[in-house]
């Protein structure tokens, strides 16, 4: 009897410890998502950024008014 209640503490044991790793990982899962969405929205930014750089450092006689954005939008 003494054996079987070992095994169950070690049993419980273990339950609780497959627990914790479980929500740790979950934990890290959620870290891991949130960071991929900022690193998509840099990306998006930053390739934004990059355009407007480019189109600044053209000269004028290239860019066409279409491309010029009114100074009240």
């Known amino acids: ?3 079987n209640e070992k095994n169950a503490k070690r049993l419980t044991a273990l339950e609780t ?6 929500n740790d990982f979950d934990s890290l899962n959620d870290a891991v ?11 998006k930014s930053i ?5 407007r750089l480019r189109a600044a450092s053209e000269p004028v006689s290239e860019r ?3 491309d010029e954005i009114p100074p009240h939008y």
């Not at 998502?33 to 990306?43: I, P, S, V």
């Not at 390739?47 to 355009?51: E, H, T, Y």
């Open 47 to 51: 390739q934004v950024l990059s355009d």
């Open 64 to 66: 066409s008014a279409e």
């Open 17 to 22: 410890s497959l627990m914790h790793l479980q």
């Open 1 to 3: 009897m003494a054996e």
């Open 33 to 43: 998502l949130k960071n991929a969405q900022r690193l998509d929205l840099m990306a």
